[in-house]
Nanobody
Framework: QVQLVESGGGLVHPGGSLRLSCAAS????????MGWFRQAPGKDREFVAA???????VYADSVKGRFTISRDYAKNTVYLQMNSLKPDDTAVYFC??????????????????WGQGTQVTVSA
């Protein structure tokens, strides 16, 4: 029904920047809550940021002030701008969509659809 495709990951030095994109298809993007999660090797998938249909945003404390989530309704795409990257940001980043009725933006169990992930590596 809904497909999510992430792109934009790669290798960056500490202090650098990347912008991740997530293109959505097969649903009504304007009604979704969209989230970004990440998973490092040997760790659980954790919340990074989310944006409601209303453009209200929420961030994990670990990325607040460095990352910005946004959405382009015309392109059915959500973005994650990542600045001042740290080695601890290294992970596979996943895009997720929550259709109505909405759950909490913080918990991965509330999201209905997931992308395949894109690797972000921060290394000197």
């Amino acid at each position: 029904q809904v497909q999510l495709v992430e792109s934009g990951g790669g290798l960056v030095h500490p202090g650098g920047s990347l912008r991740l994109s997530c293109a959505a298809s097969g649903g009504t993007f304007s009604t979704y809550t969209m989230g970004w999660f990440r998973q490092a090797p040997g760790k659980d998938r954790e919340f990074v940021a989310a944006i409601e249909w209303s453009a209200y945003t929420v961030y994990a404390d670990s990325v607040k002030g460095r990352f910005t989530i946004s959405r382009d309704y015309a392109k059915n795409t959500v973005y994650l701008q990542m600045n001042s990257l740290k080695p601890d940001d290294t992970a596979v980043y996943f895009c997720a969509a929550d259709q109505p009725p909405y759950g909490s933006l913080w918990f991965k169990s509330n999201y209905d659809y997931w992308g395949q992930g894109t690797q972000v590596t921060v290394s000197a």
